[in-house]
């Protein structure tokens, strides 16, 4: 009875937290706001109502980290060891200049502000790094995860996480005097290059059988332990030797990631990664000190205010030093304008806090709080603002003249295509005609163009004649019929495909000289792709395994 008594007492808190969450995420969704906020404004509230001790312990702490575990990992699932290969610029090159610039803009300030020389370098550090778990939700949410700027976010994030460890082992070292800063971040150098090793051989020679095993069994409950087990040892495994259990967590999605199984896996981790995210910022919310808000709370909102304002106008001056566009670097820098869970992590190490003072270390987590909660909002005057920025005058002559292939519509099959040929190196221009969408598209890094190729009038301003396909992902048979006729006299040479989505009629779409195509659900986004690439004459840049299946409809 006694160790029952014990056991109820130890899971307590995380079953109250779970159902004070559930509520917090149903408020958020009626005022519209991310979960994230709700989570957060939770935490504090329970903390103001000296409620907070009563939700500390090992199994909140454990699932907490979990969350941040699983995160980690789901991201590795979409970094392929090809994509880091081919992300290795952004990853190492704008990762690296963006920490650079916005470490040093903080340090600086902190500096003037009368820090000393150690602890600016650890407040700059931490105040550079953005926060992965806020950042990669709403990317995923907004479905940028292949667009320009959502896979440049990523890539600077993995260059975070791993920079991360070192500015743990630097700010212990640091803060505490040591003399052996070198040598033990050279340890740790060596460490995580001998992870990424595992997990390499792991991909290369074990994911396949292990997989193809338990694919055998035919046991949906073996599978999603399966998931549970990789995703959470490969975090203890780094953990174990002195590294970040997220970075271990991110290299056990990447050893999977070129899985055929990948998908699988991903779809048993996504329900516990949101349900132990939840867990991680309520209890950001509860680190918070009320009385201090209550007290300074002027103090804390102008750090929280500084600390976005400065945050996105380095990271936009990083972008713009990398070679960006104005557009695409405003939403970019308000993307990652925000303080990071990491930083939390470091401003909670005893020696940090005595080093930058106590009450220094409180404000700066509860600005860094603030501006986890204002991302989206933050984020969306980015977004609408680069979408803005890049509306200018009409040119005479379109961009990407010599692109073989214009899309029309930039929804969600215009915007798979894109990145698609994008990836082969294919030339494309991209039409929108939809005011939200366009900027939308804009916003999100694609070279997409205000026009309708419906009006005979756009054709040679849009160089029509030397284009060879043109791809409709939004259909109007009227003007398909109707333009028929002139395009057959005018335009002789051009392959015109119809990507049927809802059940349409393909016969009279042929009728009128287009090529209707099936790009229903994610294999019609394949079929899709291998039918421009085929018209294109590129059949050697069709994969095998992607030609199965490619229905045309008659």
Same mark, same amino acid.
């Given at each position: ?63 907490? *980290? ?8 789901? %991201? ?7 994509? +880091? ?36 370098? +650890? ?12 950042? +990669?939700?709403? +990317?995923?949410? =907004?479905?940028?995860?292949? #667009?320009?700027? @959502? ?30 800063? &070198? @040598? ?58 002195? %590294?970040? %259990? ?65 945050? #996105?106008?380095?990271?936009?001056? &990083? ?21 990071? *869970? ?43 603002? &680069? ?7 009409? !040119? ?18 215009? =915007? ?8 082969? !190196? ?40 030397? =284009? ?20 057959? *006299?005018?335009?002789? @040479?051009?392959? =015109? ?8 009629? @393909? ?14 659900? *994610? ?16 059949? !050697? ?14």
């Amino acid at each position: 009875m006694a160790a029952s008594s014990e056991i109820l007492t130890t899971i307590a808190p995380a079953i109250s937290l779970l159902g004070l969450g559930i509520g917090a995420a149903l408020a958020s969704k009626v005022l519209r706001l991310s979960p994230i906020v709700g989570y957060i404004v939770l935490g504090l509230a329970l903390g103001a109502f000296g409620y907070a001790d009563r939700f500390e312990g090992p199994v909140v702490e454990a699932l907490a *980290e979990a969350g941040v575990m699983f995160l980690l990992f789901n %991201l590795g699932l979409h970094f392929s060891l090809t994509r +880091i290969r081919e992300e290795a610029g952004n990853i190492f090159g704008f990762g690296a200049l963006q920490m650079t610039v916005a470490s040093a803009g903080f340090g600086v300030a902190a500096w003037l502000l009368g820090q000393s020389v150690t602890a600016s370098i +650890i407040i700059g550090a931490a105040l550079g790094l953005s926060s992965t778990a806020v950042v +990669i939700g709403l +990317i995923q949410q =907004r479905g940028q995860a292949d #667009c320009p700027v @959502g896979r440049a976010a990523q890539s600077i994030l993995i260059f975070q996480d791993i920079a991360a460890i070192a500015l743990l082992i630097a700010a212990t070292a640091l803060a505490a005097g040591s003399g052996s800063l &070198a @040598g033990d971040l050279g340890w740790a150098a060596l460490k995580a290059v001998a992870a990424f090793g595992v997990a390499v051989i792991f991909s290369r020679y074990l994911t396949a059988p292990l997989f193809r095993l338990i694919a055998n069994a035919r046991s949906n409950e073996v599978f999603t332990a399966t998931a549970l087990f990789l995703a959470l040892a490969a975090g203890w495994a780094t953990g174990a030797i002195g %590294l970040s %259990l997220t970075l271990g967590a991110f290299l056990g999605g990447v050893a999977i990631a070129e899985s055929r199984y990948r998908v699988l896996v991903q779809a048993e981790i996504e329900a516990f990664r949101g349900l132990f995210l939840g867990f991680f910022f309520m209890t950001v919310g509860l680190s918070l000190n009320p009385a201090l808000l209550a007290e300074r709370w002027p103090q804390v909102l102008g750090i929280a205010a500084a600390l976005i304002a400065m945050k #996105c106008a380095l990271n936009v001056a &990083a972008a713009l030093a990398n070679r960006w566009s104005v557009p695409g670097s405003v939403q970019l820098g308000f993307l990652l304008g925000q303080g990071s *869970e990491f930083a939390l992590v470091v401003f909670s190490l005893p020696a940090v806090a005595v080093l930058i003072g106590t009450d220094v270390v409180a404000m700066l987590v509860a600005a860094i709080a603030i501006s986890l909660a204002a991302t989206p909002a933050i984020s969306d005057v980015g977004r609408t603002l &680069a979408g803005r920025l890049r509306r200018g005058p009409p !040119d005479s002559k379109i961009a990407g003249d010599d692109a073989p292939v214009i899309i029309v519509g930039m929804g969600p099959k215009g =915007r798979a295509l894109a990145d698609a040929l994008a990836q082969r !190196d294919v030339g494309h221009v991209a039409l929108e005609f939809d005011d939200r969408l366009f900027e939308t598209a804009v916003a999100d890094g694609y070279d997409v163009h205000f026009a309708s190729p419906a009006d005979p009038r756009s054709w040679q301003p849009l160089s029509m004649g030397d =284009r060879q396909v043109i791809v409709l992902t939004r259909l109007d048979y009227e003007a398909a019929r109707d333009l028929h006729p002139i395009v057959e *006299e005018y335009l002789p @040479g051009l392959t =015109r495909i119809a990507a049927m989505v809802d059940g349409e009629d @393909g016969a009279r779409y042929g009728a009128v000289g287009m090529q209707a195509v099936d790009a229903h659900g *994610e294999e019609g986004d394949r079929r899709l792709l291998v039918h421009v690439l085929r018209s294109l004459g590129m059949e !050697d840049e069709v994969p095998p395994q992607e030609t199965a299946g490619v229905a045309i409809a008659a």
